[in-house]
């Protein structure tokens, strides 16, 4: 994954970059994206308390098991890219971005 420096340091704001603001486009024009997102988010959702912290910490986790594997965001929705999708999707809507600060 090309992440730039300082990713672990602000892991949602470093996937948004790398991939959401894209892939959130998409979901405007796109219904079978938005379908597979809103699974995604759901999973999180059941999976783990909905904060900035614990959403970052769930997405540094992630990506570094990414990493391991060699995984690489290639513009293909797989169920990784999928998953990053849906983190920044519910980063946005839960506001987890607006402020600034470290995410």
């Known amino acids: 994954m090309n ?9 949602l704001r470093s996937v948004m970059d790398l991939l959401g603001h894209t892939q ?8 079978g994206l938005v379908s597979a997102v809103d699974q995604h988010a759901a999973e999180l959702r059941d999976a783990i308390p ?20 060699e995984w690489m965001f ?18 946005r809507e839960s506001g987890f971005l607006e402020d600034g600060l470290p995410a």
């Open 3 to 11: 992440l730039q420096e300082g990713w672990a340091a602000s892991p």
């Open 74 to 91: 290639d513009g293909e929705l797989d169920a990784p890219a999928l998953r990053l999708t849906a983190a920044c999707w519910l980063a």
């Open 24 to 31: 959130l486009d998409r979901m405007t024009t796109e219904p």
């Open 50 to 69: 909905m904060d900035r912290e614990t959403l970052g910490d769930y997405v540094l986790g992630f990506l570094d098991e990414l990493r391991d594997r």
